[in-house]
């Protein structure tokens, strides 16, 4: 297991803070960070394909890093982040957990990005967790929702060790 701090050892005090230091990250960095590690954990494993989970922009990095990555990202598990990107030559299986009420994802945004992966055959998931907000998963957030966190992390654990075997 390997968990890049895709803030660069900053801990944002805010969710509107976290935002603000996403919005100012160097992108070429963040892709550094995200692609290497997708690397060495590929390299450390057994020979198989990793799987990469991820929340909010990390969701979002890890649905790009499959693209850029095929041969080495086997799975993806998005909470709620997303990705307006072509997936063509993407090899990966894709969990998408979105909340019910994200004020960050347009439905228009997740019907593209889902008929985009479709369009490629991959397969894919996406879950819209009833009665929930953007950051369901986060249990020091204003909008956690233990029980959809919990469905969510399950049905996750189990697409990873089906997808990865």
């Known amino acids: 297991m390997l968990a890049p701090d895709i803030n660069f ?3 944002p005090a805010s969710e509107q803070d976290a935002l603000d230091h996403l919005g100012k990250a160097d992108p070429n960095r963040l892709a550094s960070l995200v692609l290497s590690s997708a690397k060495l954990l590929y390299e450390k494993s057994t020979g198989g394909p990793v799987g990469m989970i991820g929340f909010g ?3 979002s990095l890890a649905l790009w890093a499959s693209v850029r990555l095929p041969e080495v990202v086997g799975a993806v598990v998005s909470f ?4 307006q990107i072509d ?3 993407a ?3 894709y969990l998408i957990n979105l909340a ?3 004020e960050f994802i347009t439905d228009d945004e997740v019907v593209f990005m889902e008929a985009t992966m479709r369009l490629e055959d991959l397969d894919v998931e996406v879950i819209r967790h009833p009665v929930t907000r953007h950051g369901f998963g986060e249990p020091d ?3 956690f929702d233990p029980q959809a966190f919990d469905t969510a992390w399950r049905r ?3 697409f990873l060790e089906k997808r990865l075997r």
């Open 57 to 59: 922009m990390g969701g």
């Open 156 to 158: 996750s654990v189990e």
């Open 100 to 102: 019910e009420e994200d």
């Open 9 to 11: 050892g900053e801990l």
């Open 91 to 93: 090899r990966a299986a």
């Open 80 to 83: 709620y982040g997303s990705q």
């Open 87 to 89: 997936f063509a030559g």
């Open 141 to 143: 957030g204003d909008t």
